[in-house]
C-alpha cells in the first residue's frame, strides 16, 4: 500500500489520466469477442479435422480465453474511469491515492478492506487527518462499495494500529481514534474496552482478538 501522494512533476496529472490510451483495451475485448465467435461456430460445428468430441473441447478453450481476454479488457478500462474520476473530482494541487495499485485491489475484492485499512492507516502515521485526507478516503472507501459503518470500524482499527506503531498513544491520536469510533458507531461497553487496551500503549494478543471481534480482522 502507498501513501497518497501530491500531483507534482513526479507524480500522474490530470492530462496524464486523461490521455491514457483506450486502443489496447479496446482490442483485448475485439480479438477476445472473436475468439468467443470461433469458439463457439466450432461448438456447433466442430468439423471433421479430428473427432467431434476433441474439436468441441478445442471450442470451449478458445471461448475461456476468448472471455479471459474480454474481462481483462473490461478490468482495464474500469480501473482507468475509477482513476479519471477520482482524479478530476478535485483540484491538481490536492494530494490523490496512488491508484497504481487499483488493478491489483479490483483482482482481489477480498482485500478491499486491508487495502482501505492500510490508506488510512499511511493517513493518521502523522498523528493529523487532514480535510482532503478524510474527503480522499471517503471517497476512495465509496469507490471500493465499504459502506460507511464498515468503513469506520477501518478507520478506528487503522487508527489504533498506527497510534501504537510507537509504544505510546498520544492525546492527538487518542482523539482521532475517539472520533473514529463514534462515526463507527460503536457501543458505549465496545469504546471502554478499546481505550483500557490503549493505556499501556501496547495490543496483547488477547486485546487484538478482542479489536478483531469488535472492529473485523484484516490479516
Not at 56 to 62: C, I, T
Request: proline fraction near 3%; aromatic fraction near 6%; glycine fraction near 8%.
Amino acid at each position: 500500500m502507498h501513501r497518497v501522494k501530491t500531483m507534482t512533476e513526479d507524480g500522474p496529472t490530470l492530462d496524464d489520466l486523461a490521455d491514457e490510451r483506450d486502443i489496447n483495451d479496446w482490442l483485448e475485448m475485439f480479438w477476445g469477442s472473436l475468439l468467443i465467435v470461433i469458439g463457439l461456430n466450432q461448438l456447433m460445428h466442430p468439423g471433421s479435422l479430428f473427432a467431434p468430441a476433441t474439436m468441441q473441447w478445442l471450442g470451449s478453450g478458445v471461448i475461456a480465453l476468448g472471455l479471459a481476454w474480454v474481462g481483462h479488457g473490461l478490468k482495464d478500462m474500469a480501473v482507468k474511469e475509477i482513476r479519471l474520476s477520482l482524479g478530476l473530482s478535485q483540484p491538481v494541487s490536492k494530494r490523490v491515492v496512488d491508484y497504481g495499485l487499483i488493478r491489483d485491489v479490483l483482482l482481489h475484492p477480498d482485500q478491499y478492506g486491508k487495502f482501505l485499512l492500510e490508506a488510512y492507516h499511511r493517513a493518521y502515521e502523522d498523528g493529523v487527518l487532514t480535510q482532503d485526507e478524510h474527503d480522499e478516503l471517503t471517497l476512495l472507501s465509496s469507490a471500493l462499495e465499504i459502506p460507511p459503518r464498515q468503513a469506520a470500524r477501518i478507520a478506528t482499527r487503522a487508527a489504533i494500529n498506527a497510534a501504537v506503531d510507537d509504544g505510546k498513544v498520544t492525546t492527538a491520536e487518542l482523539a482521532l481514534i475517539e472520533g473514529a469510533m463514534e462515526a463507527a458507531n460503536l457501543s458505549e461497553e465496545e469504546r471502554v474496552k478499546i481505550l483500557e487496551a490503549l493505556e499501556d500503549g501496547i495490543i496483547d494478543d488477547e486485546e487484538k482478538k478482542m479489536l478483531d471481534e469488535i472492529l473485523g480482522s484484516f490479516d
